[in-house]
């Protein structure tokens, strides 16, 4: 079930576009963004070299959405160090658009570049949410139910219960906004649905969960539940969380080509399948992670969607698009409340493990 939640701000929302990023840069990054810019009405601070933006602009209709270029001379490369870049390169792109959110300038960020900067660089420079430990990257996967969350996807590989703890409030908090759920089922990833089925962590995390007040914690749920929507947010460590995702990837791409290569294996099939064109485009869309375009990185001080270094602009265009909806519906603002609210029996699961 789906619910409304009425926008909260009066203003367009201002999203910084790490422009540099990505393994197609400017050519993909661009054209995506001002698509999902149009149709959410917000603006777009585009960061990076000018030289290199500038003349994808020339190539593109950019009326009807107010936009500024922001100079950023050094570019985060896929091959250096998270760390290095935060310590060396303050002038690259994606350290400039953080500063951006930091100060104000703008209310959220979209970077399709070194993912591992990503988290970092917004770690240090934006800050993390008061009595949020770690941080958690969210993956909306597709579902029956219009999509799961999942979390964490690779923030953190390893964690703590009180970790998972608050990734269920986070993830929760996301579902109810972004996703526009009612009351969202909450569950731990694990490999058996009974109580105490797991390895230590999900049974300390199970103990922390099932008694906080805040969340509709249904217990522990297995990787087939991932897809049928009978859970809206599930939580896990990032190495769980980035080998699902991996798989479900995987999964999507291996089983459309499957399709694809047995609808085209006989002339019967080849009829069968224009009959069903329609269906098939739906399958299509239904599986394409691009559908989503970002993971949303919660538990900072602001709006930061981390893409695919492969996406291409529908993907970017759907991140632009969820970080509009994450800033109108003032997720954050929720998110803050939430974890402070179960302050207290966060600080007891640490104290206790």
């Given amino acids: 079930m789906e619910q409304q939640i009425i926008r909260t701000i009066s203003r367009p929302p201002r999203i910084a576009v790490d422009v540099m990023g990505g393994d197609f840069g400017p050519s993909v990054v661009i054209p995506g963004a001002f698509a999902g810019a149009r149709e959410c009405a917000c603006s777009l601070l585009l960061v990076g070299r000018k030289e290199a933006i500038e003349p994808e602009l020339a190539g593109i209709n950019t009326a009807g959405v107010n936009y500024e270029l922001i100079a950023a001379s050094e570019v985060a490369e896929m091959h250096e160090k998270p760390s290095d870049i935060l310590r060396r390169k303050k002038d690259s792109s994606i350290q400039v658009a953080c500063r951006l959110v930091k100060e104000g300038a703008a209310d959220g960020l979209v970077s399709p570049g070194h993912s591992g900067a990503t988290v970092a660089c917004s770690m240090f420079i934006i800050g993390r949410i008061p009595g949020v430990e770690r941080l958690g990257l969210a993956s909306i996967l597709p579902s029956e139910n219009n999509g799961t969350v999942l979390l964490d996807v690779g923030a953190n590989v390893d964690c703590r219960p009180h970790h998972l703890f608050q990734f269920g409030l986070m993830g929760s908090t996301l579902a109810q906004t972004v996703l526009g759920r009612v009351n969202p089922k909450v569950g731990i990833l694990s490999i058996g649905e009974e109580e105490g089925k797991g390895n230590l962590l999900v049974k300390d995390a199970y103990e922390i969960l099932k008694m906080a007040q805040q969340i509709n914690f249904v217990g522990n749920v297995e990787g087939r539940d991932v897809f049928t929507g009978d859970v809206d947010v599930m939580v896990c460590d990032g190495f769980v969380g980035n080998v699902a995702l991996k798989l479900a990837e995987g999964l999507g791409s291996?089983?459309?080509?499957?399709?694809?290569?047995?609808?085209?294996?006989?002339?019967?099939?080849?009829?069968?399948?224009?009959?069903?064109?329609?269906?098939?485009?739906?399958?299509?869309?239904?599986?394409?992670?691009?559908?989503?375009?970002?993971?949303?990185?919660?538990?900072?001080?602001?709006?930061?969607?981390?893409?695919?270094?492969?996406?291409?602009?529908?993907?970017?265009?759907?991140?632009?698009?969820?970080?509009?909806?994450?800033?109108?519906?003032?997720?954050?603002?929720?998110?803050?409340?939430a974890i402070s609210a179960n302050e207290e029996l966060a600080l007891y699961g640490k104290a206790t493990k």
Avoid: W
Avoid at 285 to 303: H, I, N, R, S, T
Avoid at 314 to 335: C, F, G, P, Q, W
């Fill in 254 to 337: 291996s089983l459309t080509r499957m399709l694809k290569k047995a609808l085209l294996s006989s002339l019967r099939a080849k009829m069968g399948s224009l009959m069903a064109k329609g269906a098939l485009k739906n399958f299509a869309q239904f599986v394409d992670y691009a559908e989503y375009g970002g993971a949303p990185l919660l538990g900072l001080k602001g709006v930061v969607m981390v893409c695919h270094g492969k996406s291409n602009s529908k993907a970017i265009h759907s991140a632009v698009k969820m970080a509009a909806r994450y800033i109108e519906r003032d997720t954050n603002t929720l998110m803050v409340k």
